[in-house]
């Protein structure tokens, strides 16, 4: 049974049910401690009480507790308890309860734990929209129906399974596993799914292929993986959440997608697929400004719409000044006949033109070197000839063994 289940929560308003967790989990057989996070009264019978907890932060326990107000004394027992969770070298399991502040507080200790360690969390916010806690971490939310304040019929059936379900978690070993094929990490999205999965297929005997929806989280997601030393290579052919990032759309990733390349120096065969569009949701979500584009209705809910010439060459600058910061290999491999199944002869944005300046724009910013290469291929993104291409380049820079 490795490590000890962490049982976090504010003792000045949730003490009952914390103290329930902690005994279910003690009677599952598993090694159980509390944490009390409250920025208030502090609990005596925490096993790591407020005080020992404020003490990490910074600037000492005054941070908290002499804060001035709640919001400010939240923020600060925020990063206490992550300096917490870092000095701890036992942790096998991490459960928190809380409503906006106790979440608000927990959620960023979990994400800074490693993927694979089993992370819940009962949050009265697990019915919205999570993704300000969870970020791309495996943090699992449990939502307690009622508000957790105090026992009664239905938080003790809740609160039992959250405590089961991390038992279960961390009593249960996951499997060995024997598989040693390196592990890579591709973006897709659907206009190159056909890309994609015939390349999986090509190395799948070699390789562990992990696909990552190019959706913004998807993308994260890839690159988070790739920052814990997860992955062998990146087979980035599909950057389209760089043009939502730079032009507005729902799919971005955020400024520092492509900057893991740069931070480990992991191997990039990577593309320019999708960059033909930036997504939006229904058409009355469009921004004003892009009023009158040629746009393709993916969906009732989801609106593509193409790229210029210029958009393009801004695209183009970005994603090669991110490159061009790695010490590691890489090869970008341009599709001159065309980047998504939407734009390919007879296809609504097939737009030659317009292609032409973004392979223009990588020529003049990619800063080719001998471990840098960029490779014009006279192929479409989801032709066999350039998917060959993608895998010849993946076996000479990350060997199957």
């Known amino acids: 049974m490795a490590g000890i289940a962490y049982v976090v929560g504010t003792f000045d308003t949730k003490a009952e049910e914390l103290r329930y967790v902690a005994q279910l989990l003690r009677q599952a057989g598993q090694r159980a401690v509390t944490v009390d996070v409250g920025t208030r009264l502090s609990a005596a019978d925490a096993d790591f009480p407020a005080e020992a907890v404020a003490d990490c932060h910074t600037d000492g326990r005054a941070a908290v507790f002499q804060a001035g107000d709640r919001g400010k004394a939240v923020t600060a027992m925020t990063e206490a308890l992550q300096r917490f969770i870092a000095s701890r070298s036992d942790i096998g399991g991490i459960i928190g309860l809380g409503g906006s502040g106790g ?59 959250a405590a089961h379900a991390l038992a279960g978690m961390m009593i249960r070993a996951v499997p060995p596993s024997s598989d040693t094929r390196p592990a890579l990490g591709l973006s897709m999205f659907g206009v190159t799914t056909a890309c994609i999965q015939q390349l999986t297929a090509r190395l799948g005997n070699d390789y562990e292929c992990q696909v990552f929806h190019a959706n913004g989280p998807g993308g994260r997601s890839l690159e988070a993986i790739a920052g814990a030393g997860l992955l062998q290579g990146m087979v980035d052919l599909t950057t389209t959440e760089a043009a939502d990032h730079l032009l507005g759309g729902v799919c971005t990733a955020g400024p520092e997608r492509f900057d893991v390349v740069a931070k480990t120096g992991i191997p990039w065969i990577g593309s320019c697929g999708a960059l033909d569009m930036v997504n939006f949701w229904a058409p009355d979500t469009v921004p004003t400004p892009y ?42 491999l341009l599709p001159e006949g065309g980047v998504s199944a939407l734009d390919a002869p007879g296809q609504k944005f097939h737009d030659p033109a317009a292609n032409a300046a973004l392979f223009a724009a990588f020529e003049r910013h990619f800063a080719a070197s001998d471990t840098h290469h960029l490779i014009r291929l006279p192929h479409h993104i989801n032709d066999a000839a350039f998917v060959a291409a993608a895998e010849r380049h993946v076996r000479e820079l990350i060997p199957a063994g």
């Not at 999570?130 to 495996?138: A, K, L, T, Y």
């Not at 239905?154 to 609160?159: C, D, G, N, T, W």
């Not at 393709?296 to 695209?315: C, F, K, P």
Request: no cysteine; aromatic share 4%; proline share 6%.
């Open 291 to 332: 009023r009158g584009r040629l746009f393709h209705a993916h969906n009732a809910n989801v609106t593509l719409m193409r790229t210029t010439a210029d958009e393009l060459e801004m695209i183009a600058a970005w994603i090669a000044a991110k490159l061009n910061a790695s010490s590691g290999p890489v090869r970008l």
């Open 103 to 161: 979440t608000s507080i927990i959620a960023p200790a979990m994400r800074s734990l490693p993927i694979g360690l089993p992370k819940l969390m009962v949050s009265t916010l697990a019915a919205g929209d999570v993704s300000p806690f969870v970020g791309v971490h495996d943090i699992t939310m449990m939502y307690p129906v009622t508000d957790i304040a105090g026992l009664n019929r239905l938080s003790r059936v809740i609160l039992a399974n």
